[in-house]
């Protein structure tokens, strides 16, 4: 198991916010995403951030407009911002290392160091 631990989950109703964190020793400052997991559901990217030569932030179609990712690497902190959140946002949340392939994709099965992860509730 990696050693990143995300947090700032909780229980909210439809259209309210959570900020989630992602911290600890294998923040990668260059590349990293976040993804969901419902029960009985595989694990999803929900957005992913790369700062290197080649920079930029992605999201899944479900989020868009809905969800910012950001960092502070002076913090080694990855953050995400969930403003008007629906029901079929609920799950566990879990941030990532971007280790192979398209960062762009963000499919779990390139990224890495899984840790610990965060509960989002969504009420309707």
């Known amino acids: 198991q990696g050693r990143l631990v995300a947090s700032g989950g909780g229980s909210v109703q439809a259209g309210g916010s959570l900020k989630l964190s992602c911290d600890g020793k294998?923040?990668?400052?260059?590349?990293m995403g976040w993804f969901r997991q419902a029960p009985g559901k595989e694990r999803a990217g929900v957005a992913a951030i790369k700062d290197d030569v080649e920079s930029g932030v992605v999201y899944a179609d479900s989020v868009k407009g809905r969800f910012t990712i950001s960092k502070d690497d002076a913090k080694q902190t990855l953050y995400l911002q969930m403003d008007r959140l629906e029901p079929e946002d609920t799950g566990m949340y879990f941030c990532?290392?971007?280790?192979?392939?398209?960062?762009?994709?963000?499919?779990?099965?390139?990224?890495?160091?899984w840790g610990q992860g965060t509960q989002v509730n969504v009420s309707s």
């Open positions: 294998d923040y990668n400052k260059y590349c």
């Open positions: 990532a290392d971007c280790l192979f392939g398209d960062w762009r994709n963000i499919r779990a099965r390139d990224y890495g160091f």
